[in-house]
């Protein structure tokens, strides 16, 4: 009896101490599970059954668009999902279906796949899948198309904002999950091209392979990830051939007393070729943050975002980094000028939380070209000599999403584009504004 007492005590404290990783406290850097966050598990008979509707709807104000040739536009754009899982059911073997229909009305703006997407396949796979299969690490092997979140969201990314997303076709390993100490993650993947009128097709002469690895053992002071990225795109009549290999580390983690410091940062190289130019070029991403203990739970965030930028466009060389199919709303600015391509962008982020279902945030950023030789490539604008400088501006980014229920939410957010020297060398240059506010429902 005092065996099976102590035992039970044992199993108990295991159970207490149940190992649980850290995630980051860095915007939006956080990958959603393979599962998409508003689906869920049936219940009773159907708990083999996931399933889940997300509805959005969302009217956006864009005055003196930088990105679209100065036009001022207002529309208002959906993008609905709908998920099915099939777990245990037939296991080993799951099946998992996801359709998005992505529209735009009142728009004075041509046809645009980053907009729209109408009723079409953006995930159908199938998955042979081993509970505890390498000790207690499940393994995974999914094959079709999908669409997810990889490494820090800077590179491959399940679009959060944009009203499309990302979708690729082909072969995903993983070895563990996000709860445990370790993962792997391997891809051999075709992006998807996305039509608004058509269906989408995987890219017939474009291949992507990855392969990266989560080591969370030392959480929460330490998670490391690194990662490797090949891009391989052949030359046909509309594209020119690139050849890319991208190898990585992300890291982050907190310390203190309750744990009220944090750190994240990623520092990743970039060699190949790309339009018959040698490539080389690089990227780092450098934050910390405090979070208070009071009823407010504020936290005061620092980084610094740096992307190279090509030094000369007629030395057969490139040192202008590509992003891939990374995310960049949240990372560089609520406007959508900037991508993670020649770009020097310090920042300042203040959240707090009023009330238990209202969030807000506020942000400033300041932004430079990495190469005053080269481009603001949203906007199109190039001084090949470097006279016009570096400095781009700043933007002033106000965000407020409030949880009414826990199936529907309003987001509201407001951005400020205050204009630099270089933008005024370079052509006309007003201020610019954008909002959006979004109503989510979820069934």
């Not at 060389?317 to 406007?335: I, W």
Request: glycine share 8%.
């Amino acid at each position: 009896m005092l065996c099976a007492t102590a035992f039970v005590t044992v199993r108990a404290a295991d159970s207490a101490t149940e190992f649980k990783p850290v995630v980051t406290r860095s915007v939006s850097a956080n990958r959603v599970a393979e599962t998409p966050d508003y689906a869920r598990t049936l219940s009773g008979s159907l708990d083999w059954l996931q399933f889940g509707v997300e509805s959005r709807t969302r009217y956006e104000v864009a005055r003196e668009d930088y990105t679209n040739g100065l036009i001022s536009d207002d529309a208002l754009v959906t993008r609905n999902l709908m998920y099915l899982g099939i777990r245990h059911a037939l296991d080993p073997l799951r099946f998992n279906v996801e359709l998005q229909d992505s529209r735009r009305f009142d728009s004075n703006l041509p046809d645009n796949s980053s907009v729209e997407d109408r009723m079409d396949v953006l995930q159908a796979y199938a998955q042979l899948h081993f509970e505890n299969a390498v000790g207690e690490a499940p393994v995974s092997l999914s094959v079709g198309r999908m669409a997810f979140d990889w490494a820090e969201r800077r590179l491959i990314s399940r679009n959060r904002n944009r009203n499309t997303i990302n979708a690729f076709d082909g072969i995903r390993l993983r070895v563990g999950d996000e709860k445990g100490r370790w993962e792997i993650d391997a891809i051999a993947v075709r992006p998807v091209t996305r039509s608004v009128q058509n269906g989408d097709q995987s890219s017939d002469d474009l291949a992507l392979y990855g392969l990266a690895y989560y080591w969370r053992g030392w959480s929460p002071h330490v998670v490391l990830e690194p990662y490797w990225l090949w891009l391989d795109q052949r030359e046909a009549p509309t594209v020119q051939r690139r050849n890319l290999h991208t190898f990585g580390l992300h890291g982050f983690g907190q310390w203190g007393n309750k744990s009220a410091w944090d750190y994240d940062f990623s520092l990743a190289g970039q060699w190949g070729e790309a339009a018959g130019q040698s490539r080389q070029a690089w990227t780092a991403h450098l934050e910390t943050g405090y979070t208070w203990t009071g009823p407010w739970k504020p936290r005061l965030g620092l980084w610094l975002n740096y992307a190279s930028g090509d030094r000369s466009a007629t030395d057969g060389s490139n040192q202008r980094f590509d992003p891939l199919y990374g995310a960049s709303y949240a990372f560089y600015g609520y406007t959508s000028y900037f991508t993670l391509q020649n770009l020097i962008n310090p920042a300042v982020r203040l959240s707090f939380q009023p009330a238990k279902k209202l969030k807000c945030e506020l942000i400033h950023r300041g932004y430079w070209l990495a190469s005053d030789t080269d481009s603001w490539v949203k906007a199109g604008r190039r001084d090949a000599t470097g006279r016009s400088g570096n400095y781009l501006g700043q933007e002033t980014d106000v965000r407020v999403v409030w949880q009414i229920a826990p199936s529907f939410d309003i987001d509201i957010a407001y951005a400020h584009f205050f204009a630099g020297d270089f933008v005024a060398r370079t052509g006309p240059a007003p201020g610019a504004n954008f909002m959006q506010v979004a109503a989510t429902v979820r069934f």
